[in-house]
T-cell receptor
Framework: AQKVTQAQTEISVVEKEDVTLDCVYE???????LFWYKQPPSGELVFLIR??????QNEISGRYSWNFQKSTSSFNFTITASQVVDSAVYFC?????????????FGKGTKLSVKP | DSGVTQTPKHLITATGQRVTLRCSPR?????VYWYQQSLDQGLQFLIQ???????AKGNILERFSAQQFPDLHSELNLSSLELGDSALYFC?????????????FGPGTRLTVL
């Protein structure tokens, strides 16, 4: 069965430090999709990135970057030069049933605290 | 702002009662999903609708039901409420449910059962 593991429950860093959030997924599907969402203290879930199983290229968006490695079933997220506004819970997720149904399986989340 | 709206934002009720949560998807999105977020269970998928039809079910209790109306808005009905139903309920929408389309989440409804 599909499963997403975020082993880091909480991380605390000082502003301007780089931080990597780990995500390990399990699936038997050859086609699947992976996502990262951010949940700031206000509570809403904000979409950050989607990656499909055929595209292992790393992606960079400003201070955010993602490293997708099928060989280790990992989809890690790095924030460079962290800022206080990055403080949030970050969720990694994958599609169920290879993406044919669309519903997401979420990890437990990693709470990131960035201190000034 | 994701474009997905949910009402009400907060709901406080008593055990045994019934409540209805409402969701309007983003313009153009045909698929609606309901998720429950609680401290012990995390974020869990409940149920999915596509163009008015139920398409997938997750860990949804029999006391809970949902529907999607012709105008594509959706309602989640929770009945015989128990203390353990207290949670944040999210609605999300996507264009279609397949192909890994990104889901955009509403602000959530925080349900407190006393």
């Amino acid at each position: 069965a599909q499963k997403v593991t975020q082993a880091q429950t909480e991380i605390s860093v000082v502003e301007k430090e780089d931080v990597t959030l780990d995500c390990v997924y399990e699936t038997r599907d050859t086609t699947y999709y992976l996502f990262w969402y951010k949940q700031p203290p206000s509570g809403e879930l904000v979409f950050l990135i989607r990656r499909n199983s055929f595209d292992e290229q790393n992606e960079i968006s400003g201070r955010y970057s993602w490293n997708f490695q099928k060989s280790t079933s990992s989809f890690n997220f790095t924030i460079t030069a962290s800022q206080v506004v990055d403080s949030a819970v970050y969720f990694c997720a994958q599609t169920d049933y290879g993406g044919s149904q669309g519903n997401l399986i979420f990890g437990k989340g990693t709470k990131l605290s960035v201190k000034p | 702002d994701s474009g997905v709206t949910q009402t009400p934002k907060h709901l406080i009720t008593a055990t045994g009662q019934r409540v209805t949560l409402r969701c309007s998807p983003r313009s153009g999105d045909l698929s609606v999903y309901w998720y429950q977020q609680s401290l012990d269970q995390g974020l869990q998928f409940l149920i999915q609708y596509y163009n008015g039809e139920e398409r997938a079910k997750g860990n949804i209790l029999e006391r809970f039901s949902a529907q999607q109306f012709p105008d594509l808005h959706s309602e989640l009905n929770l009945s015989s409420l128990e203390l353990g139903d207290s949670a944040l309920y999210f609605c999300a929408s996507s264009v279609v449910p397949w192909g890994g389309n990104e889901q955009f989440f509403g602000p959530g409804t925080r349900l407190t059962v006393l």
